[in-house]
């Protein structure tokens, strides 16, 4: 069965520090990727996605995101957080545009 | 283009009544997606929908649920009778199937609070 790991429950950074959000999948077929993220208050966002292609995604925000077929991996990072990060962060796979499947979640708090 | 949108946005019902919940996808989406997010645990798959057809209902919990999609358009998500841990967050996507590949992403709605006390 399909299954989602991410490494943090909670991360707490302060302003201008590096981000890195594990996330590791259980499945062997071909998968599309994602993360999402939830602010305060809003609903669910795309931040990235993988279908193919290039490994390193780059999404919005600054995100980026490398997939690691071998390692079943695919970690979200940013270089320089801001307050405005704060969220919830969600690593996601779906099996070729059914069903997705989500992981625990990261609560992230940035301070300022 | 509007969004997915889910009705209503909070539920407070007491145990043993039921509740409705509603989702619009987005226009021209055959993919209708349940989810639900139990407070602090992971969000989970209950059901998928192409068109008015249930393609994968392996996550619903148990048959006090209940999901149609009349005419493939919205989507009603049933809960009869609730109980107190039916709590937690109930999301709807919508995805639109794409040249025959399956690579969609899916657009998520606000979704709905559900508490049952």
């Known amino acids: 069965a399909q299954s989602v790991s991410q490494h943090n429950h909670h991360v707490i950074l302060s302003e201008a520090a590096s981000l890195e959000l594990g996330c590791n999948y259980s499945?062997?077929?071909?998968?599309?990727l994602f993360w999402y993220v939830q602010y305060p208050g809003q609903h669910l966002q795309l931040l990235l996605k993988y279908f193919s292609g290039d490994p390193l995604v780059k999404g919005i925000k600054g995100f980026e995101a490398e997939f690691i077929k071998s390692k079943f991996s695919f970690n979200l990072r940013k270089p320089s957080v801001q307050w405005s990060d704060t969220a919830e962060y969600f690593c996601a796979v779906s099996n070729r545009g059914f069903k997705t499947i989500f992981g625990a979640g990261t609560r992230l708090f940035v301070k300022a | 283009e509007a969004g997915v949108t889910q009705f209503p946005s909070h539920s407070v019902i007491e145990k043993g009544q039921t509740v409705t919940l509603r989702c619009d996808p987005i226009s021209g989406h055959d993919n209708l997606y349940w989810y639900r997010r139990v407070m602090g645990k992971e969000i989970k798959f209950l059901l998928h929908f192409v068109k008015e057809s249930k393609q994968d209902e392996s996550g619903m919990p148990n048959n006090r649920f209940l999901a149609e999609r009349t005419g493939g358009t919205y989507s009603t998500l049933k809960v009869q009778p609730a109980e107190l841990e039916d709590s937690g967050v109930y999301f709807c996507?919508?995805?639109?199937?794409?040249?025959?590949?399956?690579?969609?992403?899916?657009?998520f709605g606000q979704g709905t609070r559900l508490t049952v006390v």
């Open positions: 499945y062997g077929g071909t998968v599309n």
């Open positions: 996507a919508s995805s639109q199937k794409k040249g025959g590949t399956g690579d969609t992403e899916a657009f």
